[in-house]
């Protein structure tokens, strides 16, 4: 827990503007809640022997079915109304860049340190949103958090340098490709669905995402981590 409570005050110490808050604080109440989980230990070992973090960029995998047991699923299900996929986000991330929601919740198990940067739909002006918005959490390795499906996240920022491992459990096929035959954008909303049940914007600078057409609804400072 110290070694944890250093590496915090570190974070603190190099982001002075971005007032980095603990995971634990009341305030992220707000944005989800801390899952004591009885697989948790279970989830974190797939982790650690069977992902790697790139050594550049994210690599992002939906689902793993091979992780599928019932003991995890009977456990996690009670947080979802659909059948679920387990899969996970590793990577080198240090900018806020986007944030998506989906309709339904999110948990991620952290098998390091990471920290998210988190606001809420109803921070959105036609969805727009200033990124004085957002709020930034420290998450501790070994930690679960479930995020409500109004909260405005993307990929966890990693807080040393090797970068981070996190599983994603979220509804089955969220974040898998939308089918070719999906028609034209009905409204607004629909015009932010970049994969299925995945609403994203992105900050101007993110050009990988504007260039496949993701809005660039985010101004402001575009964060960046320093760690």
């Known amino acids: 827990m110290e070694k944890q409570n250093n590496r915090l005050m570190q974070l603190i110490k190099l982001n002075p503007s971005l007032n980095i808050i603990s995971v634990n604080d009341s305030s992220f109440e707000k944005y989800g809640k801390i899952l004591n989980l009885n697989c948790k230990k279970d989830l974190i070992k797939k982790m650690e022997e069977d992902t790697e973090i790139p050594q550049t960029g994210n690599v992002y995998v939906p689902y793993v079915r091979n992780w599928e047991n019932e003991n995890i699923i009977n456990e996690l299900s009670q947080y979802y109304e659909e059948k679920i996929e387990l899969g996970y986000c590793n990577g080198q991330?240090?900018?806020?860049?986007?944030?998506?929601?989906?309709?339904?919740?999110?948990?991620?198990?952290?098998?390091?340190?990471?920290?998210?940067?988190?606001?809420?739909?109803?921070?959105?002006?036609?969805?727009?949103l200033n990124s004085n918005q957002i709020k930034a959490f420290f998450v501790e390795k070994g930690t679960s958090v479930l995020l409500y499906n109004d909260t405005l996240h993307f990929s966890p920022c990693k807080t040393e340098k090797t970068g981070f491992?996190?599983?994603?459990?979220?509804?089955?096929?969220?974040?898998?490709?939308?089918?070719?035959?999906?028609?034209?954008?009905?409204?607004?909303l629909d015009s932010l669905l970049l994969k299925k049940n995945k609403y994203i914007i992105c900050h101007k600078e993110a050009e990988n995402l504007t260039k496949q057409g993701v809005k660039a609804n985010i101004i402001g400072e575009n964060f960046c981590l320093n760690i």
């Open 93 to 128: 991330n240090v900018m806020l860049n986007a944030l998506e929601w989906h309709n339904c919740n999110e948990i991620d198990v952290f098998a390091t340190d990471a920290l998210l940067f988190l606001a809420k739909t109803q921070d959105l002006e036609n969805y727009q």
């Open 165 to 188: 491992k996190t599983m994603i459990i979220l509804s089955d096929q969220t974040n898998t490709d939308l089918e070719e035959n999906t028609t034209k954008p009905e409204n607004y």
